[in-house]
């Protein structure tokens, strides 16, 4: 799974696509003007092929998602949120290298 396989979740799929699951679901909060979203996309990417299947990364347009940047919080961009069975487990801002990252998501796994 590459970065084309990155989900992408907005209002209308987030309870359902990221608070049904049971399983890891890391959301990337980016923004269209923010430089920095697309170095962490391509690194979610990256890390995304070297995950097992039951962890999903997926990313949230802060741009035409409104209403969930106010429901969580979202101040800054980008920002990833890591949820476990429907429960936010994890918060980090900024961008961070692949490897701290994969070890992160591993973590929470």
Not at 95 to 108: F, G, S, Y
């Amino acid at each position: 799974m590459a970065l084309e396989d990155l989900s992408i979740f907005d209002d209308s799929n987030f309870d359902t696509e990221v608070l049904g699951r049971d399983g890891l679901t890391v959301v990337d909060f980016w923004s269209k003007t923010c430089v920095p979203c697309k170095q962490l996309k391509k690194i979610l990417g990256q890390v995304n092929e070297e995950l097992p299947e039951d962890v999903v990364i997926g990313t949230v347009d802060g741009d035409e998602n409104l209403d969930l940047l106010a429901r969580y919080g979202v101040r800054g961009f980008p920002t990833l949120m890591f949820f476990k069975g429907g429960e936010l487990v994890e918060t980090r801002t900024g961008v961070d290298r692949r490897q701290v990252l994969k070890k992160a998501i591993e973590e929470h796994a």
